[in-house]
């Protein structure tokens, strides 16, 4: 067995170990990736011959965590584990977005990569290692790459920036973001930041590129020490005549439909697809059937290079705009009656839908995964039915697409809730046109519903997808704000970035071109603010501000804090305090525990059940004070006083010398049990908690009534003497012989 390890060492001296040779070895690459208890194993195979007119790269990219690696059970009725989460789904996608654009154009060979988290520490962060695993598993085998990449979380903590940081660590962060990049490019980009500035992000992905740089080279000693070369393959078969002869009679045609500048895709598609068929059927039937493929294939390097060139050359773009032109903007609020936030946000032929429904504490999502444990309160849903496209298929459920995009403006928008609001929010985002930049326009549209829910947002929020079109070593380029759908297919990079009016919120970048260099990043971010602000004065002028109240059919929430020995009383014995509470009021309540304190909510859509219930709560809780009047109930009569109920469970003793300034012989003459009575709170025992009640300091005193005087403190006694001092005690007195006593069986 020949086991080959390398080693990387962070700044903070954790060591990242890389391992190859031991396990998996019938896969056509595998590395074992270890840093602290952290272990994840990443396989790659890869066909050894493309599918039939397959002209793509079939990749798959799984990231899978077992809940063994962390000591748990899964959860469900097989106890095993399942679909993928969304946050598997999530960094399956980060590794896949860093690796499929450095396979060869020409491998078209069905390949699958498999990262496995084995074992977990609650410290070291896998999603940080997975695409570093990946790559290397990829640079062993015998698959070509351009490779390889690695991928890193690079977080500012306490205004230091910090690579790979510890779970713990990254709760205090105001920057998180994920980079990936080979050597020399940065391939990928996403995360989340507090508000920050351009200039701050652009530093913190040249500071993650650093430490790439480090990872990639060890990678290669890796590589290098396994020494299997890269296989040969052919994938495609190609007609160099036939590609020149389609370049000839069609790039000129292509270049005049695109010149049209039709903003309407589906007239473009048509035109373009016209110019295609019409070369066709200028073949014989028998290559029109043996060389579609090929037509096609060639065609859409003709269509690319048509539009990037009139892009490049002239400056004007598919549907006439220049290139720092938005599209035109329109929006509404209020759209829906039923939900209790709605919003249609429009951009060009992008239209999003949006709703927010605002729940309790009990409508919280529960998260239980292997490495992740918790509640989340603000949820967001993005749906990409067919018809946004003018596809006619049904829909299939949520696939990888929507939780990414979904993922994205949740990182946007989840800042700005403020953090002691007691709802759980949840915002649907229905794309009902789809050109370009969905994602962004969910976040626009989510801004305005929660904005038309009542949710007090601290500040508005917008995204926008910028564009880039090079040709070959980016002597020349142009920065697109806005993109279309065939921008960002037939272009170099999609950068989305969200934000308020003072900083970046989230982005995500994904770049296909090589040499991407950091002026063109820069550009491309001072871009993309002024169409953020651009966007920002439409949204702020269709919604100045949230909603000062929320809609009468919302949920209203009152919440109470109590003591934590108060929890009980109120939950009463297998909850039938509550549920009666709930029950009769038509309220909902939720108790949580908060250190030393219990934190009650109460939610209802109208006034009436929440004061209902605030009253019941209150009269549970409530603390009696000395010398507030209270309006009681008789519970129980005793020879010397009553015994009555001024808040529910909590009893004094109204003794009988208190209820009148007469003389009262015998309670039952005045007193019954049910009776109602005013009393006065005249004490509450320190020590035992006892309270003493009185109704006679709440009559007139009776005219000449003379108070009977307080009974004297008993006078000090001084100090009693030991009982073993007081002296010797005088003789016994004679008894006379003691009387024995008879046996027990004696009668």
């Given amino acids: ?43 790659v195979v890869s066909a050894q011959d493309a599918g039939p007119d397959v002209d793509f790269m079939p990749l798959s990219v799984d990231y899978k965590e077992k809940f063994s690696s962390i000591g748990r059970f899964p959860g469900g009725f097989t106890r095993r584990e399942g679909r993928a989460s969304d946050y598997e789904i999530l960094v399956s996608r980060l590794v896949d977005r860093a690796l499929r654009p450095l396979f060869p154009d020409d ?53 230091e920036f910090v690579i790979n940081p510890t779970a713990s660590a990254l709760k205090k962060a105001d920057l998180d973001i994920m ?48 020494n299997k070369p890269k296989r040969a393959y052919c994938h495609e078969v190609n007609d160099e005549e036939l590609r020149k002869d389609i370049w000839d009679k069609c790039y000129q045609k292509a270049y005049d439909v695109a010149r049209q500048c039709n903003a309407n895709k589906h007239l473009r598609g048509e035109l373009l697809n016209g110019v295609r068929e019409d070369y066709l059927a ?66 060009g032929e992008t239209q999003s839908l949006a709703t927010v429904t605002l729940g309790t504490k009990l409508d919280e999502k529960l998260i239980d ?117 065939d921008e960002d297919h037939l272009g170099d990079m999609d950068f989305k970035v969200t934000g308020t009016r003072d900083g970046i919120t989230a982005t995500q970048m994904d770049i296909k071109v090589d040499g991407l260099s950091y002026e063109i990043m820069e550009q491309a971010l001072e871009q993309a603010k002024r169409g953020r602000m651009h966007i920002m004065d439409i949204i702020t002028e269709t919604m100045p501000a949230p909603r000062a109240d929320m809609k009468p059919h919302a949920p209203r929430i009152v919440t109470i804090t109590i003591d934590k020995d108060q929890i009980g009383a109120l939950i009463g014995p297998g909850g039938k305090i509550i549920q009666d509470i709930q029950e009769k009021s038509g309220a909902t309540i939720n108790i949580e525990e908060v250190g030393n304190k219990g934190v009650v909510d109460v939610a209802a859509t109208n006034a009436e059940s929440i004061n209902l219930a605030m009253a019941r709560i209150r009269a549970i809780v409530a603390k009696p004070e000395e010398g507030e009047i209270y309006e009681g109930t008789v519970k129980s009569i005793m020879p010397f006083g009553a015994f009555v109920e001024i808040m529910p469970g909590k009893d004094g003793l109204l003794h009988v010398s208190e209820i009148d300034y007469k003389r009262i012989e015998r309670v039952e003459d005045v007193l019954k049990e049910g009776d109602k009575i005013r009393v006065k709170l005249l004490e509450v025992d320190p020590k035992t908690g006892k309270l003493r009640l009185s109704h006679k300091a709440l009559l007139p005193k009776p005219e000449g009534y003379v108070e009977r005087p307080e009974r004297p403190e008993r006078r000090e006694r001084g100090d009693r003497p030991d009982r073993r001092d007081r002296g010797e005690r005088g003789e016994r007195h004679d008894r006379g012989e003691r009387r024995e006593r008879p046996e027990n069986n004696e009668a």
């Fill in 369 to 485: 995964e292997a490495t992740i444990q918790g509640k989340e309160r603000f949820l967001l849903h993005y749906n990409f039915p067919p018809f946004s496209t003018g596809e006619a298929k049904a829909s299939r459920g949520v696939g990888r697409r929507e939780i990414g995009h979904g993922n994205l403006a949740l990182r946007a928008l989840k800042p700005m809730i403020p953090q002691d609001f007691p709802y759980t929010v949840r915002v649907v985002s229905d794309i009902l046109e789809s050109n370009g930049s969905s994602s962004m326009a969910t976040v626009c549209a989510g801004t305005l519903a929660l904005m038309d829910a009542g949710v007090p947002m601290k500040k508005p929020v917008t995204g926008i997808a910028m564009g880039l079109i090079t040709d070959k070593g980016c002597t020349k380029y142009a920065v697109l704000s806005d993109i279309l759908g």
């Fill in 179 to 226: 980079v990936g990049a080979t050597y020399e490019n940065i391939m990928m980009v996403e995360g989340e930041m507090n508000e920050v500035s351009e200039k701050e992000m652009l530093d913190a992905i040249k500071f993650a590129h650093a430490a790439i740089k480090e990872q990639c080279l060890i990678q290669n000693e890796l590589a290098a020490a396994v």
């Fill in 282 to 347: 200028t073949l014989s039937e028998e290559d029109q059937e043996t060389k579609k493929n090929l037509v096609a294939r060639y065609y859409h390097d003709v269509e690319k290079e048509a539009m990037r060139r009139m892009i490049l050359d002239e400056g004007v773009r598919l549907d006439g705009r220049t290139t720092d032109q938005i599209r035109p903007i329109w929006c509404e609020v209020d759209y829906l009656p039923g939900p209790h936030g709605s919003s249609v946000f429009t951009r």
């Fill in 1 to 43: 067995m020949n086991v080959i390890e390398k080693s990387i060492t962070l700044a903070d001296g954790r060591v990242i170990t890389l391992e190859t040779g031991k396990l998996a070895k019938q896969a056509d690459g595998a590395v074992m990736v270890k840093m602290g208890n952290t272990m994840l194993l990443a396989t």
């Fill in 107 to 159: 491998y078209h060979a069905e390949t699958f990569v498999q990262v496995t988290l084995y074992s977990a520490d609650e410290e070291s962060m896998p999603d940080a290692l997975a695409g570093l695993a990946a790559s290397a598993a990829i640079a062993v085998s015998d698959i070509p790459f351009h490779g390889p990449i690695s991928e890193v979380r690079v977080a500012r903590i306490d205004g």
